[in-house]
């Protein structure tokens, strides 16, 4: 049997047992020369995050990866992104993409790709800090600002707009973003980090919107936060003087419980790694 | 982006430069030396002194961004009224007739001044100009809504109104704000005010709309609430007011009886302005004088 005839039966059996498996297909999405990477028969609860080559994103990915989920971790590179490609390695329910979240055409040529695939939970995990010493008072870096405002808020925005139909089509719907205490205008006492702040405070509304605009539609839309833990995104000389810094292992662990915890009653809201909730 | 601090690590320096200002900053060099803090450049400035008098001749002057109509035409109109003097700024001031006939009946008090709030090194040029010139109540009065139609979830984001409208509403005043500081610490008044929007308040968010502006809208309250905090240390007091719906072209379209009119609107942020002392800095002040939950 030549390699085309085996090719063109596998295709037909993928979207056959897609079709069996009664999840039909999600959008087109304008994109219908981009191969669709087809669902397995056996439906698996699935999860998507961006920002996995590292820090609590790739902790987010080892995490479901232990409960059987499946798994499109995405990052920008993926070629250098080792202990993602080590974790997936081995594991045909783990799907590695490139995508850098501010590229808004890669954005929708990844929904397409996956409009077969229902996606049960959303997890907006890509963001940055900026560097303080971008943010600073009397030497605001005002070019910074728009690539921040670019990764952590609109990024994730975007992301749902490209993948609601992929989230409507699943069992738990839940559309998750990492968002950060530092977003709480509310808790502000010490003046900095305008930048990676007002990015925070920026997408919470925007989700607190799109909780509100999905909600009758059983998409539950949530913002939870890790607390400050031991990744890149604290240099490390920083991370010595912070007192009781969380381990990216726990911090994430919180972060899906408390992901888990959500439903259409608590949609829209802002968790704390410990369960409570931040005031705006 | 290599080297990103986290928000938290950020807050244990700043919580520490805090003590450190506080001992006088004699020692614990090295955390001094490896942090560059807001707080730290801004207590490095000299203002200078620039009021000849504080007697009952000084003339206090209001500097108000998007002037040309609606309530930033109304605010200039009725500070000059009191008696203030006016710095009006405006996109296209040749087109701004309404601006231009208040600047026939007080010529001496009302000055014009072309500024697109987003052009930085414009604004850089104008706070040169006034360099010498107290500012008691720097107004940020500019914004844009982006269109309702711009900001369909799911329908039709337009990502690139997303930016403008991030630009004229959040970034601008902080831009204008880094600008003109030091002409506010030099003044009698001493106020920064920006005019946000209910709409910003995520608490009260209760239908989706305006995915743009609302965001917007809470970076901008963000951005205020820290630089109330950073500013406090020289007396100046920084505060968000609210109009309520007005009755001018930015809420063109909808019912008129659903709209305050334009000269309430502005008299209640006035009263609201005046109102604030240092003790309430950073506020989200309603125009009923209630405060409005972030």
Known sequence: MSSTIDADRRALLAALAGLTASWGTIRPAGAEDIEAVTAPAQPRTTVLITGSN??????????????????????????????????????????????D????E?????????????IDVLVNNAGIGGGMENQLFGRLQYEVFSTVMAVN?????????????????????????????????????????YWYRSSKSAVNMLMANLALQLKRRGVTVGLVTPGATATDFIAEEFRKRIPNIRQPDQATADMIRNIDRFTLETTGQFFNYDGSVLPW | ???????????????????????????????????????????QQEVPVLQESLGEDYVPTV???????????????????????????????????????????????????????????????????????PIDVLLNNAGIGGGSQNQVFAQKMDYAVFEEVLRVNAVAPLKI??????????????????????????ERATRPSLYFYRSSKAALNMVMRNLAELLKRREIIVGLVNPGP????????LPKSMLRPTPDAVADMLRNIDGLTLETTGSFLQYDGSIIPW
């Open chain 1, 54 to 99: 590292r820090g609590l994103g790739l902790e987010f990915a080892r995490q479901y990866a232990a409960r059987d989920w499946r798994i499109i971790a995405t990052c920008r590179r993926p070629e250098s992104a080792d202990q993602l490609n080590e974790l997936a390695s081995g594991n045909p329910d783990m799907f590695v993409e490139a995508l």
């Open chain 1, 101 to 104: 979240v501010t590229d808004h």
């Open chain 1, 106 to 118: 890669a954005v929708d040529r990844l929904a397409a790709r996956y409009r077969q695939v229902p």
């Open chain 1, 153 to 193: 808020a609109v990024g994730p925005i975007k992301m749902a707009e490209a993948f609601i139909e992929h989230v409507k089509a699943s069992g738990l719907k839940k559309i998750m973003t990492v968002s950060s205490s530092q977003g709480s205008i509310a808790q502000v006492n010490m003046p900095m980090l």
């Open chain 2, 1 to 43: 982006m290599s080297s990103l601090t986290n928000a938290v690590s950020a807050l244990w320096l700043a919580a520490v430069l805090a003590l450190i200002s506080v001992f006088g900053g004699a020692a614990v060099s090295p955390v001094r030396a490896a942090a560059h803090t807001g707080p730290q450049i801004l207590d």
């Open chain 2, 63 to 133: 500097l108000i961004t998007g002037s040309n109509r609606g309530i930033g035409l109304e605010f200039a109109r009725q500070y000059l009224e009191r008696g203030w003097s006016v710095i009006a700024t405006a996109r296209r001031p040749d087109a701004a007739e309404a601006l231009n006939a208040l600047a026939e009946k007080y010529p001496d008090r009302l000055a014009i001044e072309q500024l697109d709030v987003t052009d930085h090194a414009r604004v850089d040029a104008l706070a040169a100009k006034y360099a010498d010139r």
């Open chain 2, 177 to 202: 704000t880094e600008a003109f500081w030091k002409q506010v610490a030099a003044s009698r008044d001493k106020k920064i005010i920006t005019v946000s929007s209910s709409q910003g308040s995520i």
């Open chain 2, 246 to 253: 007005t009755d001018t072209d930015f809420m063109a379209g």
